[in-house]
């Protein structure tokens, strides 16, 4: 496999998180899944930069969004698949 557009701990996984700069929207990104040695394929709708995340599946409004196995927060917004996920539509159940 070539390297990896973006990468994905765990198969319970909503988000991906993009290891590459200038991903564009309309790129099909290829992702290693590390838990299980997989690939898989997402077309961003946004750009992404560097170290954001990347929608694996459509998100609804008050989703748990996991991240390397973990919850991080909920959706604000829904979030599609391919969508830039962030501080924008997402945030931490702390506060």
């Keep these: ?3 990896p557009h973006f990468l994905v701990h765990n198969a319970k996984d909503t988000v991906g998180v993009v290891v590459v700069e200038g991903v564009k929207a309309g790129s099909t990104l290829t992702g290693w899944v590390m838990e299980s040695d997989a690939t898989i394929k997402v077309k961003a709708l946004d750009p992404i930069p560097l170290g954001h995340k990347l929608a694996l599946k459509n998100i609804k409004k008050g989703d748990t ?3 390397y196995g ?3 927060g909920r959706a604000l917004a829904a979030i599609g698949a391919g969508r830039h996920a962030h501080v924008h539509n997402m945030k931490t159940k702390r506060w």
Excluded: L, N, Q, W
Aim: proline letters at 0%; zero cysteines; charged letters at 20%.
């Design 1 to 3: 496999m070539a390297a």
């Design 65 to 67: 969004i996991v991240k």
């Design 70 to 72: 973990h919850d991080i």
